[in-house]
């Protein structure tokens, strides 16, 4: 047969002013249910919902836990009623081989736990809530109320039943089981074994089931019926389990991390940090993007001078100056010179800052991922990463950029001088005037002479007579040419002298000019040079502060780690299950359930298991590593992570069975001990007068040899008979015997 389910929302109440103690015994209660139900019956999560509720507001403690389900208490009933039977829900649920209860009218069941302080308000609250939203929905739903009463042996009259089903129409109430500390056979237990029998019941609530009806469910209608138990019961305390494991697992695999080892891959990850802040790779990144900029050398083994260099490209600092008088050179260059200012400014010095800056964020990034790297693998991660910051001050500390012989300022005094020199040379030019001036005076002279000495017919005679010694054909009358002919070549001679007088000036300052510019582009170079410098010294700065506060974040996170793992030790030694004489566990102690999971864990891969339980944690980067650590968060977040490591890997079936611990085989005589013991635990209800008992075996799924145990039990006191007196019921890892009684509406004594 089919196991069957109906939608569930079980729902513990807290008074409105009661925030701690009472409601966080609840809350507990109801996550040790929920991890039950996820553990032995996760086909049927999907239609079940968690939660606790005062006269306000519905809090989940299903999916987003600790978070409001609605805006107030009526929507967020309104609206788990709804969520509980969605279609698609209930759909994946028979998918998983379920039958879901009632198709002709689809009934919602709920649960409520009710601790002392709740009966009255709260409890009325409530269930006029659901009483609402179940017409709202037109929705039918069965109510099961659990409730926990203190005091000296209370009476019925005193409970607030009457105004409870005022509150509650159009509910359908099935048991409404009350117990409390006197039992009727004048026993008393301790308060604090109460809440663990109520979770017994609740798990008992929560299962799925063969029969037509639900045992705790049967009886149901208009009036409340109330109830007790009786119960005697032998489990497996397998969420106490499993949490003590999880802290053993955590304190045990953490010790990966916590090594003084090196790490194998310590070389490994050094080599990619001295790459990540490599001196070279910085300084030319921050002249990225320059087009202007033909070249940034870094040759660190050079002379100081020589290490850092960087150079505008070649011929780009030149101005051609000839459509401009000679004389407006010196203002034109100081007005290029002023536009290269501004390109530094404006363009070149702001890109080398935005570079800078990109380049810090991309070694940053990478830092982080080397850091982030070390974490996921796990292994020895302080020791590590002190190391490595260690040698990362060194090498940093190492960049050249930092060193006092490395030149540094800008060649300023260079362009001052030039501008010096070119002055010098533009006043030794003369003036055009001038020199049209010298050369009409020169050729008045040698005209004046050359007219005078033509006209002279001594002179001319003689130079005609000296002539013809050379020259025979020479006549007197070629004399005056002869002379006008050497006029002509001295002013010609003069003209000449005074044309190489001013381009020879024009030289020297076309020279001078080239010494500016020259003296301009070096200037650049320097602003360049000092700026890069500057920003890669800040960066160094930038990075040692960086790999200081990292090791400081190592350093404590360190000694939080060894806190933690102490704390995880101590909790697991502190194991100890719920047990009192009613329901008792098949293992109670440390000593009992360490060596178990010792054998367990030999052979497995520990790092292996460490980093499951780091990403299980949501460890995965160095801050969150050391930010868990810092906020305590990590001790709860990894313990969970290797809790659920040990309930995928090295729990196993065997363990969720009570034949693991009890071997039935091996163990006849302890094992009937054990049932007796229940038995006669069962037969006193926890309420002082009862009647009309309802008698059940609860049989352990699976496990034939122990119900057979179980069933002799009974076979001993009652003959074959048992079977028509005590129903059989099948629960994971649970079994023993438990008794429903009606509690009579009369004064006690």
């Not at 063969?210 to 209608?221: C, D, M, T």
Request: with cysteine.
């Amino acid at each position: 047969m089919a196991l069957k389910y109906a939608p569930t929302m079980v729902i513990g109440l807290r008074d409105g002013g009661d925030k701690k103690g009472g409601s966080d015994e609840l809350s507990k209660m109801l996550e040790n249910a929920r991890s039950w139900l996820s553990e032995y019956y996760p086909q049927v999560c999907p239609i079940v919902k968690f939660g606790m509720a005062d006269e306000q507001q519905l809090t989940d403690l299903t999916e987003r836990v600790g978070e409001s389900v609605k805006s107030n208490l009526n929507d967020g009933l309104r609206r788990w009623l709804e969520a509980i039977a969605e279609v698609g829900r209930l759909e994946e649920v028979r998918r998983s081989g379920f039958e879901i209860v009632g198709v002709e009218r689809l009934n919602r069941r709920v649960i409520l736990l009710l601790p002392p302080n709740c009966l009255e308000q709260p409890a009325l609250t409530v269930l006029k809530a659901l009483s609402e939203a179940s017409k709202y929905l037109d929705a039918g739903v069965q109510v099961l109320s659990m409730v926990i009463t203190r005091g000296e042996r209370p009476k019925i009259s005193s409970l607030p039943l009457r105004e409870w089903q005022e509150a509650a129409k159009g509910l359908s109430f099935a048991n409404i089981i009350l117990v409390h500390r006197y039992r009727s056979d004048g026993s008393t237990v301790r308060e604090g074994d109460l809440p663990v029998v109520l979770q017994f019941l609740l798990l008992a609530a929560l299962a799925p089931y063969e029969a037509n009806e639900h045992w705790l469910f049967s009886l149901y209608g208009d009036q409340p019926n109330l109830s007790t138990v009786g119960i005697g019961l032998v489990y497996v305390p397998l969420t106490k389990i499993s949490e003590a494991a999880g802290c053993y697992l955590a304190y045990q695999l953490s010790s990966q991390a916590v090594g003084k080892q090196p790490h194998p891959r310590h070389s490994e990850w050094e080599q990619r940090l001295v790459k990540i802040f490599d001196e070279k790779a910085f300084w030319q990144s921050l002249f990225a993007g320059i087009e202007e900029i033909a070249e940034a050398k870094f040759e660190r083994d050079e002379l100081p001078e020589k290490v850092f260099q960087v150079a505008l490209k070649t011929g780009l600092v030149r101005m051609d100056l000839s459509g401009v008088p000679w004389w407006r050179w010196r203002d034109k260059l100081a007005d290029y010179e002023m536009m290269w200012g501004l390109l530094l400014r404006d363009f070149w010095l702001p890109k080398m800052q935005q570079n800078a800056n990109a380049k810090q964020d991309e070694a940053d990034r990478e830092f982080q991922s080397v850091l982030d790297e070390i974490v996921r693998d796990g292994r020895n991660v302080f020791e590590t990463v002190e190391k490595l910051m260690e040698q990362m001050v060194k090498h940093l500390q190492g960049w050249r950029c930092d060193d006092p012989q490395i030149p540094r300022g800008i060649e300023r005094a260079e362009v001052e001088k030039a501008y010096e020199a070119l002055e010098q040379a533009l006043m030794e030019v003369p003036h055009p005037n001038a020199i049209l001036a010298r050369l009409l005076l020169s050729g008045a002279v040698i005209a004046y002479v050359t007219f005078a000495l033509a006209r002279w017919s001594f002179l001319s005679g003689f130079l005609a007579n000296w002539l013809k010694n050379f020259f025979p054909f020479v006549e007197p009358w070629h004399i005056p040419a002869v002379i006008g002919a050497m006029g002509f070549l001295a002013f010609l001679r003069v003209a000449i002298g005074g044309f190489n007088i001013l381009r020879e000036a024009h030289e020297r300052v076309e020279e001078a000019k080239d010494k500016v510019l020259e003296a301009i582009q070096r200037e650049i170079n320097s602003i360049l040079r000092e700026l890069g410098l500057q920003l890669l010294q800040g960066i160094q700065r930038n990075f040692l502060a960086k790999v200081s506060e990292i090791a400081e974040m190592n350093r404590k996170a360190s000694e939080g780690m060894e806190r933690l793992r102490g704390n995880w030790k101590a909790e697991a030694e502190n194991f100890s299950a719920q047990d009192n004489p009613m329901t008792r566990a098949v293992i109670r102690s440390w000593s009992e359930l360490k060596p178990i999971i010792d054998e367990r864990m030999k052979g497995q891969d520990w790092l292996e298991m460490w980093q499951q339980v780091l990403k299980g944690a949501g460890i995965q980067t160095f801050s969150e590593w050391c930010d868990r650590i810092k906020d305590g968060k990590a001790g709860e977040k990894i313990a969970k992570a290797a809790e659920m490591v040990w309930r995928e890997k090295l729990q196993g079936n065997e363990m969720r069975r009570l034949s693991f611990y009890l071997k039935p085989h091996e163990n006849y005589e302890r094992v009937m001990d054990e049932f007796r013991h229940c038995y006669e635990q069962a037969r006193a209800f926890l309420w002082s007068q009862a009647s009309e008992s309802l008698q059940w075996q609860l049989h352990a799924d699976g496990e034939d040899a122990l119900n057979n145990l179980l069933e002799e039990t009974l076979r001993s006191r009652f003959g074959d008979t048992y079977r028509q007196q005590w129903q059989k019921l099948t629960m994971p890892a649970i079994a023993g015997f438990l008794k429903i009684g009606r509690i009579e509406d009369r004064e006690e004594t």
